[in-house]
């Protein structure tokens, strides 16, 4: 499943020439999200963020979007209202279509002051009687709810009917944690209820989260194979890759290179540009993937005695000088260049060793950079007292040039 990546949000973020710290609007839509990740830290000053129609089912990191003022979350698999108390100036929330069914998790929403817009329509517990009179007394500071102006008269009666209400929903939040825990039951135990079928054997999906990923699942299987059907296993393509595979030599693990050679190899197979030093505390290696590389194909494994980082498949692997830990280790990108730098933090001896990829250059001696006397240009009396090795078989045309009777060269 697609993430929410520096990459993603800079794609997104054209109109801002791809600037996330002063973006103020997003649109993530439509891009199959699972996660809420990454966004609340580099995009603190947006106001608009929409992020309906994906597959979130928890709301959450977007306690630092202090300016947030409308968020769309419609069309996802969302149960639980929560996360949400950070955003301190939300005035407009969209939760239509999701699977919100304990009514009760609205009162985190309490301290969201400011929030005057709140649309829950097509959850399950809108189906419930006394929904509308519960949220307006739960949030009497909203002034529309599922497109409907909260009248006062509703106000007052909410307010009056208070304690029935609660209990009401009291009662209703205990089933549905109830038939949650059962569900969940048979789900860890594989009890659940087959799939169901129509007369055309297509499947019939329930209205549950994980029935709506499931329907999402077929639907992309049945799509990526009308764009790529199935070879044929006679075509020439089809033997040709066969045997493209077995052929291609498998590269080895660490693991599996100290079980055959003895020891790690070093390899540079990108021939990345890399320097690696250390210190008397860390040892450091910069690399540099490129710019444009996205953040999400490099792979980066730190180990006592070796680094490895793996690039669109090509692997840098360097020997340490020393031993490091990788538990303390950190990994941190630059954003003008791209450079990736890694600090390990020595746990073994110190060697000593400054630079191990471009050792210190010996400083100049004066007396070797005087400049050399500038050779005297040759002048016609010289040249032609040169000999060449035709002119040197005739005597006659040498002792005729000595004696300056030939004026001319031919």
């Not at 540009?273 to 690399?287: G, H």
Request: glycine share 4%; proline share 5%.
């Amino acid at each position: 499943m697609p993430r929410i990546t520096v990459d993603l949000l800079r794609r997104r973020a054209e109109h801002n020439e791809g600037v996330l710290s002063t973006l103020e609007e997003i649109t993530l839509h439509q891009q199959d999200i699972e996660a809420i990740e990454l966004v609340g830290d580099a995009c603190r000053n947006l106001q608009i963020l929409y992020l309906q129609n994906n597959l979130i089912r928890k709301i959450e990191n977007l306690q630092h979007l202090k300016q947030l003022w409308y968020l769309n979350l419609a069309i996802n698999s969302i149960q639980v209202i929560e996360g949400l108390e950070g955003c301190e100036n939300l005035k407009k929330l969209d939760l239509t279509l999701n699977f919100v069914a304990d009514i009760t998790s609205v009162r985190s929403l309490r301290k969201n002051a400011r929030l005057e817009c709140l649309y829950l329509t097509g959850n399950p517990c809108t189906e419930v009687e006394g929904y509308r009179a519960y949220v307006i007394q739960q949030l009497p500071h909203l002034i529309t709810l599922d497109g409907v102006d909260v009248k006062r008269s509703e106000m007052i009666k909410a307010t009056q009917d208070a304690e029935v209400v609660d209990e009401s929903w009291r009662m209703e939040a205990q089933r549905v944690a109830e038939d949650r825990h059962e569900y969940e039951r048979k789900k860890k135990e594989g009890t659940l209820d087959p799939p169901k079928y129509n007369e055309k054997g297509e499947r019939l999906y329930g209205n549950t989260p994980d029935e709506r990923e499931a329907c999402y699942k077929d639907m992309q299987e049945k799509i990526d194979k009308a764009k790529n059907p199935p070879k044929d296993p006679n075509s020439i393509s089809a033997i040709w890759e066969e045997n493209e595979k077995l052929t291609k030599p498998r590269k080895l693990t660490p693991e599996e290179e100290v079980q055959k050679y003895g020891r790690v190899l070093q390899k540079n197979e990108g021939k990345l540009p890399y320097k690696l030093w250390e210190d008397k505390e860390n040892v450091y290696l910069e690399v540099q993937p490129g710019k444009f590389i996205s953040t999400s194909v490099i792979k980066v494994d730190i180990q006592p005695e070796y680094a490895r980082v793996e690039v669109k498949d090509k692997v840098l692997q360097v020997l340490l000088p020393s031993e490091v830990s990788p538990s303390q280790s950190k990994v941190k990108r630059g954003t003008a260049k791209g450079e990736l730098l890694l600090t390990m933090p020595i746990v073994g001896d110190f060697k000593g060793v400054t630079d191990l990829r471009m050792p210190k250059r010996e400083p100049v001696k004066k007396e070797d950079t005087a400049k050399e006397k500038p050779m005297e240009p040759l002048k016609r009396d010289a040249l032609m007292g040169f000999e060449s090795p035709v002119e040197a078989k005739d005597g006659s045309i040498r002792e005729a040039r000595k004696h300056g009777k030939i004026e001319e060269l031919e």
